[in-house]
């Protein structure tokens, strides 16, 4: 079992950078691939970026590529997000899971633990 809390979401211009934070519960974290997942009001829940359990491999959706950077401090059990140049259209809530596969999952169906999200909303 994974506990998963987010922070670091709030309210930003645009262009301006955040950093979300995931810390994780449990002995096992540095075996999980970890991903962010956001969703926005009346849409879908999407796949932002993944990370494998070494750190060694990383994967984006195509809008944030060049923007933002997903990492992962085993020890700490904490995986970031570092969010720049934010545009309004990446206003939504933020989800960090946890999957016990061995491949960067991009479905939300695929990811086994869930952290209960945090907001972040940038203005024009």
């Known amino acids: 079992q994974v506990q998963l809390v987010e922070s670091g979401g709030g309210l930003v211009q645009a262009g301006a950078s955040l950093r979300l934070s995931c810390a994780a519960s449990?002995?096992?974290?540095?075996?999980?691939?970890m991903g962010w997942f956001r969703q926005a009001p009346g849409k879908e829940r999407e796949f932002v970026a993944g990370?494998?359990?070494?750190?060694?491999?990383?994967k984006y959706t195509d809008s944030v590529k060049g923007r933002f950077t997903i990492s992962r401090d085993n020890p700490k059990n904490t995986v970031y997000l570092q969010m720049n140049s934010l545009k309004p259209e990446d206003t939504a809530v933020y989800y960090c899971?946890?999957?016990?596969?061995?491949?960067?999952?991009?479905?939300?169906?695929?990811?086994?633990?869930w952290g209960k999200g945090t907001l972040v909303t940038v203005s024009s």
């Open positions: 899971a946890a999957d016990a596969r061995l491949v960067i999952v991009t479905t939300p169906q695929g990811m086994d633990y």
């Open positions: 449990g002995r096992t974290f540095r075996s999980y691939v």
């Open positions: 990370i494998s359990p070494s750190g060694s491999s990383t």
